[in-house]
């Protein structure tokens, strides 16, 4: 399904699933980078962002391009944790902690 056609304003299970197969195009297991203007579109689609405010997170990439590739960074982080932890509970396994915990975060 693309960003596009998908209903507005999902449960919270189904958009986590949404986020964590947007690097996967259908079809192929293999991830692609997320682009900047395609992760705007996602959180626009899903209204999570604002229409008025769109237009400007978009150009973040042109007006902070350091800002938006952190953003991007994070989001392809949060993407693959995702992807990890619902194999596992596929799996029937535990989620580990180093899975969705940043590094850099402190301890929980």
Known sequence: MSVGTSLPNPSANRLCLEFANLPLA??????????????VD?????????????????????????????LLNHAE???????TSFRAILKGQDILREWVQHRSSAPM
Do not use: C, M
Not at 26 to 39: K, N, Q, S, T, Y
Not at 49 to 61: C, D, G, H, N, V
């Open 42 to 70: 996602f959180l626009a689609a899903k209204e999570i962002i604002s229409a008025e405010k769109t237009p400007y997170i978009r150009a973040l990439s042109e007006t902070d391009p350091k800002a938006a590739q952190n």
């Open 77 to 83: 982080r949060l993407g693959r944790a995702l992807r």
């Open 26 to 39: 259908a079809g192929d297991p293999v991830e692609r980078p997320i682009f900047w203007d395609e992760f």
